[in-house]
């Protein structure tokens, strides 16, 4: 396994872990004074801060993008809305490449409005996903399928498993694969063998940490930092780096009642010492 206190330059920030006081700019300028050398941002904080602004300060700054978030939400009511989740992942490929990330990632979506139809929601991923592989595979960008915990499966991801993704994956073909968040994960049974598959297809192009905390008082939105949770994060770090995973592991942490009203720099100091000693 990776020795991260020795590896500082594979942590990577994922910008959502302090949107809520700081800007774009003020992210990247702030990774860069922290030795963070990576970061996954938002799409609407780069259409805020403007793609050829963000493309130049990474440049700037010497900071690369572990992934680009996000792509997806590809089901809809109807077909105007589906061509139109398309675009918009076109439009998201066009940025990640631009931005030059690792991966798009992508949040595939749920149920459209007044669906129970999660199979049918599932066979939208899937033909979505596939129309949008044919222009990234030769452009070069891969695609990041993260499957999400359940309890999202009505409006952010029906694809909630790892065994999900990697059998969509093996129908998909090349240029598709997973990103292994363990926020998502980490309660899965299936987990070891199901990294351990994507790892035989070289499909690992992405792993997302921050913990789970008991109790979790909000569904979206009281994420933990690591350490403070019940993830055993070094040990699902070892399944995905056994599976030859050789990324940038990446923070992310949404927490409204408390990280995201600390001192922006305070959270990146904690995020660099926790990466360190507890990952
Ligand atoms: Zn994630």
């Known amino acids: 396994m990776r020795d991260l206190a020795a590896r500082p330059e594979l942590l990577s920030l994922n910008t959502a872990t302090v949107r809520e006081r700081w800007g774009l700019q003020e992210i990247i ?7 963070i050398r990576a ?6 904080q780069v259409a ?13 700054h010497g900071i690369g993008l572990s992934g ?9 009511a109807d077909a105007a809305g589906r061509e139109r989740a398309r675009e918009d992942n076109r439009r998201a490929l066009d940025e990640a490449l631009t931005l030059d ?35 990234a595979r030769p452009a070069g960008m891969k695609l990041a399928i993260e499957p999400l915990h359940p309890m999202y499966a009505a409006d952010r991801a029906c694809v909630n498993t790892l065994a999900q993704a990697n059998d969509m994956c093996d ?8 990103a292994v968040d363990v926020y998502h994960v980490w309660w899965d049974p299936a987990l070891e063998s199901e990294i351990a598959r994507a790892g035989r297809a070289a499909r690992l192009f992405a792993f997302h940490v921050c913990d789970w905390l008991v109790p979790t008082t909000d569904l979206l939105l009281d994420r933990g930092m690591m350490g403070d949770g019940v993830i055993d994060i070094p040990r699902i770090r070892g399944w995905v ?20 009203k600390r001192d922006p ?13 507890v990952c």
């Open 39 to 44: 970061i996954s941002p938002w799409r609407d």
């Open 241 to 260: 780096e056994a599976g030859g995973f050789k990324g940038h592991v990446e923070v992310e942490i949404f927490s409204a009642a408390n990280w995201w």
């Open 48 to 60: 805020k801060t403007g793609l050829a602004n963000v493309s130049k300060l990474i440049r700037t």
């Open 101 to 135: 990330a690792a991966c798009l990632i992508l949040v595939v979506g749920g149920l459209p409005p007044g669906s129970t139809d999660i199979a049918g929601a599932r066979v939208q991923v899937e033909e979505g996903i596939a129309w949008l592989l044919e222009q």
């Open 265 to 277: 720099d305070e959270v990146l100091r904690v995020c660099r010492e926790r990466y360190a000693t």
């Open 171 to 178: 129908r998909l073909g090349d240029g598709v694969g997973v």
């Open 68 to 76: 680009y978030c996000r792509g997806g939400m590809f089901p809809a």
């Open 29 to 35: 300028e702030g990774c860069a004074r922290h030795g």
